[in-house]
Structures are given as structure tokens and as C-alpha cells.
């Protein structure tokens, strides 16, 4: 399965390549090799799995099998895209994800070790608009035991180590859910939960224990991992060959076709032909090393928590081979506001600040003015937008996401987790900020004093009446889950008044690519004429967004990442 680029031979041929391999990328691989292809997956990085092993890896596919009994439809589906997408993105693309993607993941599951649930409350992110649903849309990947992947463990790409506790050992959402109840024992019924929970977390940590016995990290598998490690070893039952560590310096054409690809590895060079096709899976063009700065808004992003594989090299020669970007869309690309820390081996440490923290009660966000200029309790992908167009007439890049200590206790703040201890490095290393008045705060971040104390007055007469008149938080469903459903009379507002006080601050962080290759809705990549580019085709953050810069639910990018590819899939095949 894991070749060696020197060990092909120098005609070697496949059916079918795919350059990338995060979750469409290998996705893309499975499904040709479902389609009794012989395929070869090259990743330009030593990891499997991309920015995917680094996500949450919900996948937003409406009306697959896990949407039955909530009442959607694919016309209330087709109605909320519509609605959330408008004419940023072309609305054929559209239909032809909400037609295969039930499909797509049927096969998956099928005929893969992929398996997928719905939680019981996951609302789209624009709940304002019709067709949005609280369920059934957005999937994940199910827990998974890493030891069946057996040699091939090493290659999948670790999680980011703050989203992981006590050296490796991962956590999702329900795991969470758990250690917390375990800290508050203060909280209505904790007696009662606690057993389950204390239960849940001896199972973790034994297993975590035994599996540092034997390597450098934990083995159970969740979120992105899980999703990786199934792709991986599902493409392994299925013989597909993987080259990693690789770079593609050309496309091979004939009469206009792309036949093959001309690549290297630490030193060898081969000419690889492709019979039927070229899959580009390679993550978008979000670090090439002049068009981040062309064309992401302005002043340039300095951070991405997205994983380092995404360098647009196979844009350059697919522009070279007739191809174009896609226009019109709302953003270039998804957004997120990051915190940023040095680790102790002087990596960056870049953590986006998804549901965790910003829509907590007590924990608000303001610009240098001290001033709020967002609903915190948004999507990460408006929070972002919000920085961008706010810094316009106030600095708001960075912004400050302000608590106090009990704010901070019990929710934490960025990579300073909840439980109201162990801050002194971060202090001292300037992540975190502490100030035993507000006035105090405001003078260590730069901020104005009198701003941020009138924001906060302000904020605390909202939370005693349960409304945010100014920007409307904890008004949507999407809003409330990313709250405290133990808190009232609103789970996102609390009050900010227990001293010290603490802050973070906050840059807007790109996590994929919103423009990229024109397609048509068979994923082949267009020419300026709209042409397909025969023998061509782009998946994922390759191919321009369905979504036209929108991010109207969890897992928008997957979804059709996974949906398209196994629609370039069968269209090689001759489906």
C-alpha cells in the first residue's frame, strides 16, 4: 500500500490519481477503488488526512438515512441553500450535491468502515432563513480504534495537541460533557450524573494509559482522526496505493487530456500516467506564497489552523493547463478567530475558537474601542467576517474576548481550560491577560478604559434581562446550543463582575479555501470557455465552493468534499 516513488516503475501507470489526501481527497481514492479502479493517492506532506484529521469532521449532507424522522425534505433543503447562498454560488452545483450526497454516504457506509451518526440537536448556522433545520444534517464520524490500522498508525496525521489532554489522548464533545460534570459539583443533579460520568472518565484514561505504554499517543480515535483513520483503512482493504512526502512539479497533456504527472520524493523523479484521470484534492491555495496575499481581504491573515499541506502549488499548473478561479462568491475564503501561543519546542500553536468559549455567558468580545462589534455567539465564520469589516473604522484585528473569574472558571478562555487554575505560564508567556480591574485590563491590552467598562455595564444589564437588544444573541436556536442550557434567563448572557479579570486576544484565522477551479457538476475542471479540461478534475477546497462563500451549517466543506468526490468518481468510471 505505502510505495516508495523510486520503487514504481518508470512506465508506471494507474487508472486514477489523486493529489491530496485529506478527507475528499481520500474519499475520492475510496470511491474510485470502489469503482475497480486502480488508484494511486499522493500527499505532498509525511501525514494522511490534511486539515480533516485536524477538524471536528462533521459532514453536512441533508436527507442521507440518519436525516429520517426530522422532517426534512430536499425541497426545504434546495430552499435553505438557496435562501443562504443566493446568487454567490451557481445553483446547478447546488442540486447536483443535494441529489448524490444521500447517495454518497450511503455507499460509504456500505461498502466502507466509514460510519457516521446525527446528534440529537445540531442546528444549521443561519437558522434565520427558511429551510433551516436543528438536526439531521450534520453528521460525524463515529469513535474509532486506531490500533486496526496497525503500521499504518504513524501515518495519520496527529491532532493539534490543544485540542488533546494528558499527552495524546483525544476528547469529543460527549467526553467533554463528562470531565466538566466532574469539576462542578456544585450544579443541580451532580450526584446523580456523576456516577455515569466518573464511570466514562475511567474508561478514557485507562485506555489512555495502555496505550502510552506502547507509543506516543492515545489510540482511540474521534472527530477528524476517527473519519482519517476509517479513510485509511478502508483504502488499505481496497489496495490503493499511497505516496507521501511528494511533490508534483507538472501535469502531463496529450491533445489537450492530462495523462499523467511528473513528481518527486527526497530525490527521484518519475513520470506517472493516469488513464482515466487526475483528482485534485490538494486542500486550496490558502499558503501559496503569493496569492494568500492577492487574495484573501486585507490586512493579509497572519495565522491558519488549517493543516500546512494547502501550498497551491497544483493551482499554478492548472491555471498553466486552461483553468480558472471561480467569481462572485461572498468570501475567498472560511473563517475563524484564532488565539495564538508559543509552544515550548517554539512551534505556533494556532487554536480557532470554534463553540467552546465565545458564546458562553460572561465572556464577551470588544475592539480597541472596548466596544462590541459582533454577537458572540455566532458562526466562527461571521465572527471572523465581523473583525474584517469592523477594523474598517475601528481596530478590531485583534480583538479581545474578555471574562472574569468565574467566566474563566467555568468555561475557560482559548487554550486556558475551564477550572480556574494553572494559569501562570500562560500569564507569563502574554496569552492570557489578567487585570484586577477592568480599567487595569484595558490598560494591558491596549484597550479604552471607559469603552470597555460602559460595554460591560451595558452587557450586564442584557444578562438580568435576558436580551441583547444591540446585537441579538441568544436568539437562535444555533445561538442557545453554544451556551450554558444550565444558565438563564438566556444560556448565552451573564454577568462580568467577579475580579480578576482575563482576556485573550483574537485574529481572524483562515481554515480553507472558498475560491477555487471552476467546475462543472461533474467535478471536471472548466477552461475560460467552459470546457472541461479532459482527464481533469478538483474536489474540496480545489474546487470553488457550492456554498459562494457562505457557511450556512457545520461541515459545509466535507459534505460536498466528499459528495464530489464520489462524483468525479463514477464519472471516470463512465457512470
Known amino acids: 500500500m505505502l510505495q516508495r516513488l523510486e520503487s514504481l516503475a518508470e512506465d508506471a501507470a494507474y487508472d486514477v490519481i489523486v493529489l491530496g489526501a485529506g478527507g475528499a481527497g481520500m474519499a475520492a481514492a475510496l470511491f474510485a477503488a470502489i469503482e475497480g479502479q486502480r488508484v494511486l493517492l499522493v500527499e505532498r506532506t509525511e501525514f494522511l488526512g490534511g486539515t480533516t484529521a485536524w477538524s471536528a469532521a462533521t459532514t453536512w449532507v441533508p436527507n442521507t438515512q440518519h436525516a429520517e424522522g426530522t422532517g426534512d425534505s430536499p425541497d426545504q433543503a434546495a430552499s435553505f441553500l438557496d435562501h443562504a447562498v443566493g446568487n454567490h454560488a451557481g445553483a446547478a452545483l447546488r442540486q447536483a450535491f443535494l441529489e448524490a450526497g444521500p447517495q454518497a454516504i450511503a455507499c460509504l457506509e456500505a461498502q466502507t468502515d466509514v460510519k457516521f451518526r446525527a446528534r440529537p440537536l445540531h442546528p444549521d448556522y443561519i437558522q434565520e432563513v427558511p429551510g433551516a433545520v436543528l438536526r439531521g444534517r450534520a453528521l460525524e464520524p463515529l469513535p474509532f480504534d486506531g490500533r486496526a490500522l496497525g503500521e499504518l498508525f504513524p501515518l ?36 446523580q450524573s456523576a456516577w455515569q460520568s466518573g464511570r466514562h472518565a475511567a474508561r478514557l484514561l485507562a485506555r489512555h494509559a495502555l496505550d502510552r505504554l506502547r507509543g506516543p499517543r492515545g489510540t482511540r480515535l474521534v472527530m477528524g482522526n476517527a473519519l482519517a483513520g476509517r479513510l485509511l483503512l478502508s483504502l488499505a482493504r481496497r489496495g490503493v496505493d499511497i505516496l507521501v ?14 495523462i499523467g ?94 463553540v467552546l468559549d465565545r458564546g458562553k455567558p460572561g465572556i464577551i468580545a470588544v475592539n480597541a474601542a472596548g466596544r462590541r462589534f459582533v454577537n458572540e455567539a455566532t458562526s466562527y465564520h461571521l465572527f471572523a467576517r465581523a473583525m474584517f469589516q469592523a477594523h474598517e473604522t475601528v481596530p478590531s484585528i485583534p480583538c479581545f474576548l474578555v471574562t472574569d473569574a468565574e467566566g474563566i472558571r467555568k468555561y475557560g478562555l482559548g487554550m486556558v481550560r475551564p477550572g480556574g487554575g494553572g494559569f501562570g505560564s500562560f500569564l507569563a508567556e502574554g496569552y492570557l491577560h489578567q487585570g484586577a480591574t477592568l480599567a487595569a485590563l484595558a490598560g494591558t491590552l491596549g484597550v479604552d478604559a471607559a469603552g470597555l467598562e460602559d460595554t460591560v455595564a451595558r452587557m450586564n444589564r442584557f444578562a438580568e434581562a435576558g436580551e441583547d437588544p444591540d446585537f441579538g ?18 444560556p448565552n448572557l451573564g454577568p462580568i463582575g467577579t475580579p480578576p479579570f482575563y482576556a485573550v486576544k483574537l485574529w481572524p484565522g483562515d481554515i480553507g479555501a472558498a475560491t477555487g477551479l471552476v467546475t462543472d457538476t461533474a467535478a471536471r475542471v472548466l477552461d475560460g470557455a ?46
Do not use: C
Not at 494568500?292 to 486585507?298: F, G, I, N
Open 261 to 354: 504527472l511528473v513528481m518527486t520524493q527526497a530525490g527521484p523523479r518519475r513520470q506517472v500516467m493516469a488513464r482515466r484521470g487526475v483528482i485534485l484534492a490538494t486542500g486550496g491555495f490558502n499558503r501559496h506564497p503569493t496569492r494568500r496575499a492577492e487574495m484573501l481581504p486585507q490586512p493579509t491573515p497572519q495565522f491558519s489552523p488549517a493543516a500546512p499541506g494547502h501550498t497551491g502549488e497544483m493551482h499554478d499548473l492548472a491555471l498553466e493547463a486552461g483553468a480558472r478561479y471561480g467569481e462572485g462568491g461572498l468570501d475567498t475564503a472560511f473563517w475563524a478567530p484564532v488565539s495564538v501561543r508559543t509552544r515550548r519546542d517554539g512551534s505556533t500553536a494556532v487554536f480557532p475558537h470554534f
Open 530 to 575: 467552459d470546457r472541461p479540461i479532459p482527464g481533469l478534475y478538483a474536489v474540496g477546497n480545489d474546487m470553488h465552493s457550492i456554498m459562494g462563500g457562505a457557511y450556512p451549517g457545520p461541515g459545509i466543506t466535507l459534505g460536498p468534499g466528499i459528495t464530489f468526490a464520489w462524483i468525479a468518481a463514477r464519472h471516470i468510471s463512465g457512470h
Open 156 to 191: 495519520l496525521r496527529p491532532p493539534i495537541p490543544e485540542f488533546t489532554v494528558l499527552g495524546g489522548m483525544m476528547v469529543d464533545r460527549d467526553d467533554i460533557g463528562h470531565l466538566l460534570r466532574l469539576r462542578q459539583p456544585g450544579k443541580p443533579g451532580f450526584w
Open 245 to 258: 512526502s511528494t511533490r508534483t512539479e507538472a501535469l502531463l497533456r496529450e491533445a489537450g487530456r492530462v
Open 473 to 490: 444573541r441568544g436568539s437562535t436556536a444555533y445561538h442557545r446550543v453554544n451556551g450554558d442550557a444550565a444558565h438563564g434567563p438566556n
